[in-house]
């Protein structure tokens, strides 16, 4: 059960508190500007159940792997605006729901084209859009915030402590342990972790000589290196040599305010750190082939909840601020390639639905053929 809960339960939840938070930022806002929402789904697919609120038919779909907020004047897109008279918007929401007849709330928005999202100006267009990634960064605020009030601010031992060890590592097949304190190596003083990390990457493959001490007592053991890939936060890899240790943490409780600046410099730095990998893939420095996609995501989900809540919260973190960089690339299809023809078109005036929908269509594609790579990547 314990099982099932971890790498079933938990990774839906993770994947569907994601896509809700992304649509609540776009529904909420758009209720704000005045704007009529006909449904608001989580998930794609048929509806698991739903119910209906005023105009709106509020659902949960089987395919969790998404969802949408389909406002009035937004059918069938966003962007293009294609429907041309309140009889077109009618039909599109009779073809979502036939079985049910429209409610007197849903009849007076629908006959009210202030309600519509295509009569409304570029400023509130462009908050409903951007209000997407918007609530996903505040999530990831959020979540590093409340780890950090209530699990403390993790801190690294500045010593030279080892804090894990991998099994079957050099360092495992050596007998190191956690807690060990590394003094020297092959006869050099080691005062701090960075000097112990950077003197192992920089070595030559040879058999090293670390001097320990372990609960007061002196040991000498020998470790052979082997050479890998490491995995900069930027996403690039360099070969270094390694030995399968880990430095030692410490938390140190957080006062509100405290834990409030750790969201936000967290949110700040994987932000940037999301931009750079992506540059880092198109000019050639990362490779495609660490694309993740979403059966990776789940996996991983699934082992983050076997390690405790709050590595899930952060794992959540960091996929809500994968999430909204994602959305705000200028892509069509995208709440960023929305932003972009709104800009263009305040700037240049209108765009022809030709043409709209053509980019659409090649934003299509692209998404498609990304996201195939990326399944394929999960899989290999």
């Not at 962007?79 to 009849?107: C, H, K």
């Not at 076997?306 to 299809?333: H, K, M, Q, W, Y």
Request: with cysteine.
């Amino acid at each position: 059960m314990l099982w099932f809960f971890n790498q079933v339960v938990v990774p839906i939840l993770v994947i569907g508190g994601l896509v809700f938070i992304h649509e609540l930022g776009h529904f909420l806002v758009a209720k704000w500007c005045g704007v009529g929402v006909v449904r608001f789904s989580v998930g794609f697919g048929p509806a698991l159940f739903r119910f209906t609120h005023r105009e709106t038919v509020y659902q949960v779909s089987l395919i969790p792997l998404g969802g949408y907020v389909r406002m009035v004047g937004d059918m069938p897109d966003m962007i293009t605006g294609a429907q041309a008279s309140d009889a077109a918007v009618r039909e599109e929401s009779q073809e979502e729901a036939p079985e049910e007849e429209l409610s007197p709330e849903l009849e007076a928005v629908l006959s009210d084209r202030n309600r519509w999202f295509i009569e409304k100006n570029f400023w509130q267009r462009s908050a409903i859009v951007f209000a997407g990634p918007l609530f996903n960064f505040i999530m990831a605020f959020v979540l590093i915030a409340f780890v950090a009030t209530f699990y403390g601010e993790g801190k690294m031992e500045e010593k030279p402590f080892i804090g894990n060890v991998m099994k079957g590592s050099p360092a495992d097949v050596a007998g190191l342990e956690s807690d060990d304190l590394v003094t020297a190596i092959n006869g050099e003083a080691i005062a701090t972790w960075k000097d112990l990390a950077k003197t192992i990457h920089a070595g030559t493959g040879d058999p090293i000589s670390l001097s320990i001490e372990r609960a007061g007592v002196g040991k000498e053991l020998v470790v052979l290196p082997q050479e890998k890939e490491l995995r900069m936060a930027t996403g690039e890899s360099k070969k270094a040599y390694v030995v399968g240790i880990g430095p030692k943490f410490h938390h140190i409780d957080a006062s509100f305010i405290r834990a409030l600046e750790l969201g936000a410099l967290w949110t700040w730095d994987h932000t940037m750190l999301t931009y750079t990998g992506l540059w880092g893939m198109v000019s050639g420095k990362v490779s495609p082939n660490d694309l993740a996609g979403p059966l990776f995501i789940l996996d991983m989900a699934g082992q983050q909840a076997e390690e405790g809540f709050d590595r899930v919260l952060r794992f959540t973190a960091l996929l809500s601020v994968s999430l909204a960089v994602l959305n705000l690339l200028p892509i069509p299809v995208l709440d960023g390639g929305h932003l972009l023809f709104f800009l263009i078109e305040a700037i240049f005036g209108p765009i022809s639905i030709r043409k709209k929908e053509y980019a659409q269509g090649v934003g299509l594609v692209l998404l498609l053929c990304l996201m195939v790579f990326a399944v394929s990547n999960d899989i290999t």
